[in-house]
């Protein structure tokens, strides 16, 4: 054997190997040498999932016959003025995605400059190349390529349904298409148009929004929190889905740097990183982020298709990444997704004959012991009323010590929202005081019903609860450490050994979280004190669950890694579980509270803790508008 130059050809089909995968990738390069070009309008074709014919048609700067050959030459390209791989400004800079094309399919490329007669042809099958002929053509660019990979046969067999093709040449465009609002784009597959985005209007950062909301729908942008920071010359913008608005699979993660869309681990990681509290690990948030660095901080010349980045810095990335996105969700508050109410709405079906008129509710209805009336009579409370139980919030002796036991000092200390108390006036004019609304009501003791200025709001009171069980813990944690509330009559819990000896091995941990254990001999606990902001809690259930926790998750987990799960455990314990009875107070002072923290609109899984329904939705529902 001896060692010789391998043909042109050869050369080229082999760099094919690695960067046209499939349709979508020829489509991907093609598309951006018409984004580089400086297209405005790009329309794609493709036939039988690309296998037939892809056709790409810009509007872009063109080429003259001189530069046609060239283009399909290797590594002859228009984008490396300077010979400086560390300077980046174009999507393409490698001169290889055409010779690889044309080396394994029939090309031909029909180009016209803006100051040329005429545009030309350039034909090339299999990487043989024809004479450059005249051709006719507006401005642009249009190239065609037929039967992709029939000089490589082995690769055709690797293809799959023209419908997956598709699917997958229709991702990458969508994904070119969010980083370039700019640009219009089209998609078809010979029959029927798929897609077309026109340029969407704005500064960039509201074009992308426009462009997104084509792109994922109306209800993305519905739920989506805007994201812009900056530092040390690293940009991050883009928009986050809320935690409420989340998918089964990470695939609706658009990322992108520098206009480029790639998938990338680091980036990947900080986003799972940054919702990390407020969604399932099954759960996944959607975004589109764009980060934006100075060209010489990253290295794109590290993935064939050019899909992954490596950063010069890349702690400072994800540092800003999760921050941001962390800072961001801070500050949604107590929003949960729009998209809940439609599920609940489409959920209820009007009932349009009734067998028989529906029995007249028998009024009065028993009041609950001690509360503060029963749904009818709370319809409309006196503005009275409702400021009395707004006062009581402030923990105090009598009829409310459940309250201030439930919410403890933080309780008073937090301010109400707009720190202005409720005004006298007609209900409806209180309920517009606060987002989540007045209470009006509990229904099987599980459900808060409030009524906002402009629909009703539906709580889960129990999430709700476990969620500011949750946000407390982590804040506290973080400042001076848990409150504690001793027990006036120590608790004795008897366990079997190994359960005892699990709480036991995280006795200080577990202090940390303010709950105080000492042994009793074998198989039996004390329990000293429990968290101050649990209130009223069956203390014995508390401590089984947390044995049974324990013996389930990994051992080299700290507690404060399973926060998330202890507090969910304490929160089951505690006085605002589902199935209790709440006062009016109660009621009005966990809607408070839940507009005063943050992240409370979801509970620790990333489902809802309450639902909202506008009053145009009612209406609609019972055919009033
Ligand atoms: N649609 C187009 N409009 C105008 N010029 C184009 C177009 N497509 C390609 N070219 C020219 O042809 C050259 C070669 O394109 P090709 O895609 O092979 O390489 P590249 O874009 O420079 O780098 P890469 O291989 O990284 O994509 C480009 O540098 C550009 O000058
Ligand atoms: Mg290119």
Known sequence: ?????LPDTLVNQIAAGEVVERPASAVKELVENAIDAGAMHIDVTMVDGGKALILVQDDGRGMGPDELPLAVERHATSKLPDDDLFDIGFLGFRGEALPSIASVSRMT??????DADSAWMLAIDAGLRQPVEPAAMPKGTRVEVRDLFHATPAR?????????????AQDMLQRLAMAHPAVAFSLSDGTRTLFRYHAAPGDLFDARLGRLAAVLGRDFA??????????????????IGLPTYNRG????QYLFVNGRPVKDRLLQGAVRGAYQDYLAHDRHPVLALYLDVPPREVDVNVHPAKAEVRFRDSALVRGLIVSALRHTLDQAGHRASTSIAGTALDALQPVHQLAAPLAPPRLPLPLPHGGAGSLWSQARPSSGQINRALQAQAPQAGGFEDLGAVFGAAYSAAPLPQGRPLPEGPADEQASAFPLGVARGQVHNTYIVAQTSDGIVIVDQHAAHERLVYERMKTALADSGLKRQMLLIPEVVEL??????????????????????????????????IPALLGDTDVIGLVRDLADDLAEWDQALSLQDRLADVCATMACHG?????RRLNQAEMDGLLRQMEATPHSGQCNHGRPTYVELKLKDIEKLFGRR
């Open 249 to 252: 699979n990470a695939q609706q």
């Open 156 to 168: 055709l067999k690797f293809l799959k349904a023209a419908r997956t093709e598709l699917q997958h």
């Open 575 to 579: 006085s605002v579980r589902a199935g």
């Open 109 to 114: 490329i029909t180009s016209r400059t803006a």
């Open 222 to 239: 519905d739920n989506a929190l805007a994201v812009d920071t900056e530092r040390e010359g690293l940009r991050l913008r883009g928009h």
């Open 496 to 529: 079997d050994e190994p359960a005892c000896d699990r709480l036991l091995a995280r006795r200080e941990e577990l202090e940390n979280l303010g709950l105080v254990l000492e042994a009793f001999g074998a198989g039996v606990l004390v329990v000293r004190e």
């Open 1 to 5: 054997m001896t060692i010789r130059r």
